[in-house]
């Protein structure tokens, strides 16, 4: 009889504490998951029945999204609203009680939500008290309204209209633009969605950072670096004969073109294939060519910032395994390389400011109702990517580019400007067309990337874009 009271009281205990560990588990470790699950029916009818904070753009008076109350039979609901629509929603994205959140919506769910947090103002404490409706936090983001609007445009108007523009301030790392085209509009998304969602030019992709392409020539800013940390100067020359034959494979210059005895830095200047192919084989190796693209990001899930990042790769293989044509291949971005506009944005940042690269940013501070700041987050270095002096050396070759090119088309009058094309093979139809840039070059205000699916020619798909938006940013004041 003991034992069998023995072990009734073990199980009794086991029980107990089993239910305790769910509880906790529930309600401290997923409580702000729970909270920010659109599809969570009780915190969704929560939602509705009370107003979401506003999202803002970075002059902290452009609305883009806000809750509007309409009446039901049940009682008021409150709709989100996108004043501003297409070219900001890749960002911003939806919100829905039937397809769910995507964006800031959901990234900062816990500032928007007047059901996610406790009260953290008194005039908060109050409304709650009294029953009143609970709004949300408002939240600012980094985007400059008029910028991000011209961006859109340039890629509506770009030759496939496919293609994504991201600009950023190199020293705070603030994203100041980030557009996506195709995109969609997020109004009225519970009747639109089936729609959107079928359309072949994918709208709901955020093409600037969730798709991966090869980089092309840009990537050459990377080997560039590892060159440069190897021990090569920018006036170190090589012989360019059009070809470089390696075991497997051979390397060919853009439209088989051939330079004969060159520089480093008119091999950047010119992008030749050949050179940047025998200096990664015969001087940098895959080891450390690698390992300066993992110093730029490549490798990165960018799990901390508010919406989703497709983390760019090298090469499936470690570079223990890469034979010489996969290194060649790689040193002017392509084979198994893959990246994005949101990558090499920050790539051109950190050669921009002396080799830092900054954690990237899309919020700049959250308000509550009433106007007092929440947060606030101060600029970080998110890691060096390469020492000062080298970055230095890598800015005035990029400011070559422009000017040994030539692409006169790149200058911005009375101002230093640094960059680099990217015409890269897309194993479907014309290549993609990359321009990295970055400005002014001795003092940078902006970086930025513009990348068109099967543009084409860099110098006549992305960099003509991205000329238009540097000047119109730094001279035109959008």
Known sequence: MNAHVRRTFYLFVAGFVGLVVMLAYWQVYSREALANNPQNGFQTQRSISSPRGLILAGDGETVLAK?????????????????????????????????????????????????????????????????????????????????QKLAYQELQGSSTGRGSVVALNPKTGEILAMASSPSFDPNNIDENYPKIAADPGDPLINRATQSLYPPGSVFKVITAAAALESGVSPQDTFFDSGAYKLPGYTVHNFQGEHFGKVTFTKALAYSINVVFAKIAVNIVGAKALSQMAVNFGFGDPYDDFPIPVSGSSVNSLPPGQWTTGTLAQTAFGQGEVQTNAFQMALVAAAVGNDGKLMQPRLVREVRSPDGIILDKPTPSVRRQAIPADTARTLNEMMQQVIIQGPLPEAEIPGMKVAGKTGTAESGNGEPHSWWITFAPADDPKIAMCVMIENGGRADRGALPIAARLMKAYLTEGV
Do not use: C
């Not at 609203?81 to 070219?87: C, D, E, M, R, S």
């Not at 009680?97 to 953290?120: F, H, K």
């Open 67 to 147: 809750s509007v109350k309409h009446h039901t039979p049940t009682g008021p609901v409150y709709d989100r609203v996108y004043p501003l629509g297409a070219p900001f929603s890749n960002v911003v994205g939806y919100w829905s009680p039937r397809y769910g959140a995507t964006g800031i919506e959901i990234g900062n769910n816990t500032d928007l939500s007047s059901v996610a947090g406790e009260p953290q103002t008194l005039d908060d404490l109050i409304n709650r008290a009294t029953g009143g409706p609970q709004p949300g936090n408002n939240v600012v983001l980094t985007l400059d309204p008029g910028l």
